[in-house]
């Protein structure tokens, strides 16, 4: 069964910085793209960032670029997201997603999120 576990959201002011990470198990993670995709209260979900098996490539949202970085230890079977100068509009429920093949398609697995609040 493919289990996909993030932590570390919280509460943060505005500029600080949070790194997400994401556990998985199940799969041969090594082998699949990763996105984060986050929703905001009372909005539809957002894709975020992805990157290729391999994490030779990575693909940004344009208003996280620059401030977000993904990666991934194939080693520990973790995603990570570092999230710097966060702005209150970053508020939301961020997902680990898997995506079924080596680049990034589309999903087919979701973790259970991990909420990230900016405010002051």
């Known amino acids: 069964e493919v289990q996909l576990v993030e932590s570390g959201g919280d509460l943060v002011q505005p500029g600080g910085s949070l790194r997400l990470s994401c556990a998985a198990s199940?799969?041969?993670?090594?082998?699949?793209?990763m996105s984060w995709v986050r929703q905001a209260p009372g909005k539809g979900l957002e894709w975020v960032s992805a990157?290729?098996?391999?994490?030779?490539?990575?693909n940004y949202a344009e208003h996280v670029k620059g401030r977000f970085t993904i990666s991934r230890d194939d080693a520990k079977n973790t995603l990570y997201l570092q999230m710097n100068s966060l702005k209150p509009e970053d508020t939301a429920v961020y997902y680990c997603?898997?995506?079924?093949?080596?680049?990034?398609?589309?999903?087919?697995?979701w973790g259970q999120g991990t909420q990230v609040t900016v405010s002051s």
């Open positions: 990157i290729k098996s391999g994490g030779s490539v990575t």
């Open positions: 199940g799969l041969s993670f090594s082998k699949y793209a």
């Open positions: 997603v898997k995506s079924w093949s080596s680049v990034w398609l589309g999903p087919d697995y």
